[in-house]
């Protein structure tokens, strides 16, 4: 055992670590946001001598120009689109795969759970290139599509560079998240619970709804979150497999920092987004502690 | 009438005989119990009956209706598990309404069926707690009373009281049998568990190697067992070699233990051989002990031997005689003395005396 001022001792440098890097970083954001742009991309000087007297630069303008622009609310409302479509269908996707692994014998589970990590060997950007091949306009896939499409004498489509493309992209991506937090929660069910469920009178289905669903409700929570939080501060996917009618509000604030060079709108934009995902957050760890009883619900 | 009918049925696990063509018959109204030892099947053969194994082949029965092939929730009848099953995520109420909203009850009867069998496991004031609130005991009520909430044709318990302390068992016995009683729900309790299976049975199957070795009223299977295992699975057994060395159509003469020759009643003595090894099993209660030869030898054997060691049990003491040739005997003296007990001391010579007709002859055919 370790006495507590050793437990401090040790957790001084991922504190370090976080105050260097998470902390002070996120203050500067905030600081930025209330500065003037400058005029050649920056931050204006903070303080400006005009006619001898000294003035600061402060300003809300950036968030007044945030809060009023339908662009950046556009942005917003399909980067929360495109994150909720991705956790649900990471979901749909994603429950039955973690059952089957749960559920299966110990010999095969590990084999399974190997394939579900494997994608992570290879690069992020790599994968979605993979992707970019395989919805590309040459693909089998895009040829197959236009086929069937054709045939209802509908014109082509395009799958690269659009909407779909991105949205396949991030539930690629994530489905991951999903299966381990819900795989770790449903391998943790006591099967005698679906026995007791089924001898007093519960259908399959009737067992599963009444008594699986929500003892793995705290697994779809988790899940849910590591998806949908990354899901909606992506911005490579869109940048690579979307079009200018995909962008998510992570490709603005990237914009804003290295193109536009306007570090205060970026940094506002950052500050709404980083609230939005705490607020879900929020709502989310309310939802999980309403659930009573379900803490207990594992052995 | 038989409520449930057993018929030849057998179930194999990766090649392993697990129950062994069993056939039983249970009564309506009875306290059934399956006895055995982990692993002879007794767990197995209850699952079969609840439908949540099926079984390799045979047919089981249930008031007539053959459910060998219905799916567990078809079957009217519910099982107590050893863990409780208790849905966590659910109230005690909740929990216990659980059948009765499968079997789409109307809420107003439900409310009050659940609150009818609150009162009946005196929980009406832990309703909204959930099972983790409440202390084992307490789990094992609401099992009970969600298992009976519909008045199912009968309960199958599987190990029920075996997560709880020697004291609250005690206490559970005699609630499950004033329960069944009450209820005249028939039950059907698997246990490894022989005390438990004497106090509480009506009948008692015991199984071993996935066959029946003996299956009676549990007087009778604790004081005429019927082969070598049933004597040495239920309680403590002096279990003797004798031979046979004469039989008449109802009694049999052994010689025991090399020596101590008599002639005990026997319904079966008829199928013997002049010369058959078999067990002469006694139970240790059935032997008395005296420093002095003060017996009345004409009903009795009386055997000089030797004290062993002793261990003390509180209302009796159980004594380890030497009859030499390596043959050990066990000796049950009940403490019954107002004042201090005294004991025989190691090593003692004392004569031990028992009527031969409190034991019996177990054919080795039969081990």
């Known amino acids: 055992m370790l006495r507590l001022n050793e437990k401090r001792a040790l957790s001084f440098i991922p504190s370090l670590y976080l105050v260097c890097l998470f902390l002070i970083p996120t203050l500067i954001m905030i600081f930025i946001a209330f500065r003037e742009p400058g005029d050649y991309g920056g931050v204006a000087p903070l303080i400006s001598h005009v006619d001898n007297s000294a003035q600061i630069n402060l300003t809300l303008d950036s968030f007044k120009f945030a809060f009023t622009s339908s662009f950046i609310g556009q942005l917003f409302l399909r980067s929360m689109a495109f994150s909720i479509i991705t956790t649900v269908f990471c979901l749909v996707l994603g429950y039955p795969l973690a059952m089957m692994i749960a559920k299966s014998g110990k010999k095969y589970r590990d084999i399974l759970l190997l394939m579900v990590i494997i994608p992570f060997w290879s690069s992020f950007l790599v994968r979605v290139y993979a992707w970019m091949i395989i919805l590309g306009p040459n693909s089998g896939v895009n040829y197959l599509i236009n086929k069937i499409v054709g045939t209802f004498g509908y014109p082509s489509v395009n799958l690269l560079y659009s909407s779909f493309a991105v949205v396949i992209c991030l539930i690629y991506i994530n489905l991951p998240f999903m299966i381990l937090p819900l795989y770790a929660n449903l391998q943790k069910h006591d099967d005698t619970l679906i026995e007791a469920s089924r001898d007093l009178g519960a259908t399959r289905l009737q067992s599963f709804l009444k008594v699986t669903l929500p003892l793995s409700l705290p697994g779809v929570l988790a899940g849910s979150a590591l998806v949908f939080i990354p899901s909606i501060g992506m911005f490579v996917v869109p940048e690579l497999v979307g079009n200018n009618c995909s962008l998510m509000i992570g490709n603005l604030i990237k914009q804003q920092f290295l193109q536009n060079e306007n570090w205060p709108i970026g940094s506002v934009t950052s500050i709404i987004m980083t609230l939005v995902v705490l607020g879900i957050s929020l709502i989310v760890g309310i939802f999980a502690s309403r659930l009573k009883g379900l803490k207990y619900a594992n052995k | ?367």
């Open chain 2, 1 to 367: 009438m038989a409520i449930l009918e057993i018929k030849n049925v057998t179930k194999q696990f990766g090649g392993n005989l697990v129950v062994d063509n069993i056939s039983i018959d249970i009564k309506k109204g009875e306290f059934f119990t399956l006895l055995g030892p982990s692993g002879c099947g007794k767990t197995t053969l209850l699952r079969m009956i609840a439908g949540l194994v099926s079984p390799d082949s045979g047919q089981i029965l249930l008031d007539g209706v053959d459910i060998t092939n219905l799916p567990p929730e078809k079957r009217p009848l519910h099982t107590i598990f050893q863990s409780y099953a208790l849905f966590p995520h659910m109230t005690v109420a909740d929990n216990i309404a659980f059948p009765l909203k499968m079997a789409k009850w109307d809420k107003s009867r439900i409310d009050a069926q659940v609150n009818e069998l609150l009162e009946d496991v005196q929980l009406s004031q832990f309703k909204d707690r959930y099972p983790h609130e409440i202390s084992g005991g307490q789990k094992q009520r609401v099992a009970i009373a969600r298992s009976l909430v519909d008045r199912p044709k009968l309960l199958l318990l599987d190990e029920p009281l075996s997560a709880l302390d020697a004291r609250l068992r005690e206490h559970m016995h005699m609630e499950l049998v004033k329960l069944q009683e009450e209820t005249g729900v028939t039950f059907v309790y698997v246990t490894h568990d022989q005390h438990e299976a004497l106090a509480l049975s009506s009948r008692i199957a015991v199984l071993n190697h996935g066959t029946i070795e003996q299956l009676d009223k549990p007087d009778i299977i604790y004081s005429k067992p019927k082969t070598h295992f049933v004597a040495d699975f239920l309680g403590k057994c002096n279990l003797l070699k004798a031979e046979v060395l004469a039989t008449t159509t109802d009694t049999v003469t052994l010689r025991v233990a090399s020596g101590i020759e008599f002639s005990i009643k026997d319904p079966a003595s008829s199928s013997y051989q002049i010369g058959q090894i078999g067990w002469y099993s006694l139970r240790p209660e059935k032997l008395k002990l005296s420093a002095e030869n003060t017996f009345d030898a004409t009903n009795l054997s009386v055997i000089k031997s030797k004290v062993n060691g002793y261990y003390y049990y509180g209302n009796d003491t159980l004594y380890e005689l030497d009859l030499g040739n390596n043959t050990k005997l066990q000796v049950m003296a009940p403490n019954h003395t107002s004042d201090g007990v005294k004991f025989f001391v190691d090593n003692s010579e004392i004569y031990v005396a028992f009527d031969p007709e409190a034991g019996n002859f177990l054919d080795t055919s039969s081990c």
